[in-house]
Nanobody, 127 residues
Framework: QVQLVESGGGLVQAGGSLRLSCAAS????????MAWFRQAPGKEREFVAG???????????LYGDSVTGRFTISRDNAKNTVYLQMNSLKPEDTAVYYC?????????????????WGQGTQVTVSS
């Protein structure tokens, strides 16, 4: 049974930082492409960042336009965990953040390609 469990959310002031973690089990983590999405109240789910499965050719990451330069996605295959380091947080970053996993060759910005999802963790940024 595949499980993705997010942690690290919370309340932070604008300009602050948080690091989200997503612990995966039930699949071969190093073979999975991982991503973070977020959903704010009344809005559609939005792609935040993605990281390709581990290959000999190196790390490949994707970022949403609104977080580029502020957020960093990384993975630790030994710990079966993917991280999202969030810096320079803004009130508009407030949302529930979800971890997702997919097979295949690479990560994607399309949420419909992800078969496995976590329950989400709330991030609230106060002004």
């Amino acid at each position: 049974q595949v499980q993705l469990v997010e942690s690290g959310g919370g309340l932070v002031q604008a300009g602050g930082s948080l690091r989200l973690s997503c612990a995966a089990s039930g699949r071969t983590f190093s073979s999975d492409n991982m991503a973070w999405f977020r959903q704010a109240p009344g809005k559609e789910r939005e792609f935040v960042a993605g990281i390709r499965r581990s290959t000999w050719s190196g790390v490949v990451v994707l970022y949403g336009d609104s977080v580029t330069g502020r957020f960093t996605i990384s993975r630790d295959n030994a710990k079966n965990t993917v991280y999202l380091q969030m810096n320079s947080l803004k009130p508009e970053d407030t949302a529930v953040y979800y971890c997702a996993a997919k097979g295949g060759l690479s990560a994607s910005r399309d949420q419909n390609e992800y078969a496995y999802w976590g329950q989400g963790t709330q991030v609230t940024v106060s002004s």
